[in-house]
């Protein structure tokens, strides 16, 4: 059974930083392509960044580019979102996704989900 288990999520300060950990049980996430997501509620949930299985290809969203950095730690099993510079706008809940096709495009193609971790950014 493929599970996802988001964490480090919290209250942070405009200006600062957190790194979000995807931890993977019941697979080996390094055969799958890992995107994070984010939804404030009333929303629509949002993709935020990708990393894909094949080939290193990373993409991110407009509004998050050279702040976010996602990145994958293969012996730990998990993947890593490093958010820095925080912004209000960036409060949301965060779920990260696995699929086993190896590219970031087709984000639909999404069919495993972690619970999701709270990040507010708030003075």
């Known amino acids: 059974q493929l599970q996802l288990v988001e964490s480090g999520g919290g209250l942070v300060q405009p200006g600062g930083s957190l790194r979000l950990s995807c931890a993977a049980s019941?697979?080996?996430?390094?055969?799958?392509?890992v995107g994070w997501f984010r939804q404030v509620p009333g929303r629509e949930r949002e993709p935020v960044s990708c990393?894909?299985?094949?080939?290193?290809?990373?993409d991110y969203a407009d509004s998050v580019k050279g702040r976010f950095t996602i990145s994958r730690d293969n012996a730990k099993n998990t993947v890593y979102l490093q958010m820095n510079n925080l912004k209000p706008e960036d409060t949301a809940i965060y779920y990260c996704?696995?699929?086993?096709?190896?590219?970031?495009?087709?984000?639909?193609?999404?069919?495993?989900w972690g619970p999701g971790t709270q990040v507010t950014v708030s003075s």
């Open positions: 996704a696995a699929k086993s096709t190896w590219y970031c495009q087709r984000k639909f193609e999404f069919n495993a």
């Open positions: 019941g697979f080996t996430l390094d055969r799958y392509t």
């Open positions: 990393s894909a299985s094949i080939g290193g290809g990373t």
